[in-house]
């Protein structure tokens, strides 16, 4: 199969009306995409990123009356509120689902994940479709999400016919989850939306469910690793990290380490953006499990705001 980059939304409409997958672009990351009403695409999808079947999709859809009548079961008045403060936006929520949706989406669960992305491609593509889509991140299971259309095309070449191209996308790293299904709304994934911005807007307290705990299938500590070692490590203890081995890559965060060639760094971000270090970090990773490192070495972000996220996806992408 030959897999085409393009900005042909009829095109990717088309493909998805036969029941086949396209990989679309969001403000978070690329999504692998098919129609959450085909067996056949959404069978694919688990196929070609090699996903085990007990990790549920993210169903994606333009606006709430869509959720309500194809999606949710339940008419939860949180999502206007979600709606209003936060979509179309890098947050998902876990509701209830409808008979209709399968469960081969939603693994087995009686709930489902959905959220309004924020890229006005995407948006066409879903008001010309007219249908939700099922939609993970378009890596192979396991491998860190792919930021750009030529990332997907790296990976699924041969595999999906079509790359719905959508520049890089802004934000860079996957959206927060909260299940709102729990008697008490917790964080699944962490990400753009904080905690006490969900908390605000809800007018409710919200949980943090740590990885380790949490109940979500697919809630695997490791996580968007690259091929090559990596390990995190603070600015701190940097001195003894240096000496494990010569042909090392470094990603710091805004400053560069002066005893390392400057060819052997990248940086998250020079003016130290917390925006700009999320919307590099999976770039950079990508750049240096290219080159023929022995190990890349990652520096955690200050731990506030937008750097919790990031610091967890720096956890996860920590193999060594
Ligand atoms: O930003 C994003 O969310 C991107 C873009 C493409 O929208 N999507 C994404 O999907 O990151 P994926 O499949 O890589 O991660 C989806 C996560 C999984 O960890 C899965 O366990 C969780 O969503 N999830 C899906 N349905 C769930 C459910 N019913 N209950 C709990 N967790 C669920
Ligand atoms: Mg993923």
Redesign the pocket.
């Known amino acids: 199969m030959e897999t085409t980059i393009g900005s042909d939304i009829s095109k990717a409409s088309q493909l998805l009306a036969s029941d086949e997958i396209v990989a679309v672009p969001?403000e978070?990351?690329?999504?692998l995409a098919g129609s959450v009403f085909s067996q056949k695409a959404v069978a694919e999808i688990f196929k070609v990123k090699n996903r085990p079947e007990f990790?549920?999709?993210?169903v994606?859809t333009f606006n709430t009356d869509e959720i309500r009548s194809k999606i949710a079961l339940e008419n939860d008045p949180r999502i206007d509120l979600i709606e209003d403060r936060f979509w179309p936006g890098?947050i998902?929520i876990?509701v209830k689902k409808r008979p209709e949706i399968s469960e081969i989406i939603?693994a087995g669960?009686e709930?489902?994940?959905i959220?309004i992305?924020d890229h006005p491609v995407l948006l066409d593509l879903l008001k010309a479709f007219k249908d939700p889509l099922a939609?993970?991140?378009a890596n192979p299971f396991g491998y860190i999400?792919p930021t750009t259309a030529e990332h997907v095309k790296d990976q699924l070449d041969g595999l999906i016919p079509y790359i719905l191209e959508g520049g890089d996308c802004l934000v860079g790293i996957?959206?927060t989850?909260i299940?709102l299904s729990s008697p008490t709304v917790r964080i699944?994934?962490k990400?753009k939306i904080l905690q006490e911005e969900i908390e605000d807007c809800l007018k409710e307290s919200v949980e943090m469910v740590e990885y380790e705990t949490r109940s979500?299938?697919?809630?695997f500590g490791k996580h968007y690793s690259p091929g090559v070692p990596c390990r995190a490590f603070e600015r701190s203890q940097y001195p003894g990290i240096k000496k494990m081995g010569l042909n090392t890559g470094v990603i710091a965060f805004n400053q560069i380490f002066d005893d390392i060639p400057e060819e052997n760094q990248l940086l998250l971000s020079p003016s130290g953006d917390l925006g700009e270090a999320a919307h590099n970090l999976y770039a950079h990773l990508r750049e240096f499990d290219k080159e023929n490192f022995d190990r890349i070495l990652i520096e955690k972000v200050p731990n506030k705001g937008l750097g919790i996220a990031i610091n967890d996806r720096i956890d996860r992408a920590s193999t060594d």
Not at 28 to 31: F, I, S
Not at 55 to 58: A, F, V
Not at 216 to 219: D, L
Request: charged share 15%; proline share 14%.
């Open positions: 969001t978070t990351v690329y999504g990790d549920p999709l993210i994606h890098p998902t876990v939603t669960l709930t489902v994940a959220r992305p939609a993970p991140s999400s996957e959206s989850i299940d699944l994934r990400g979500s299938p697919g809630s």
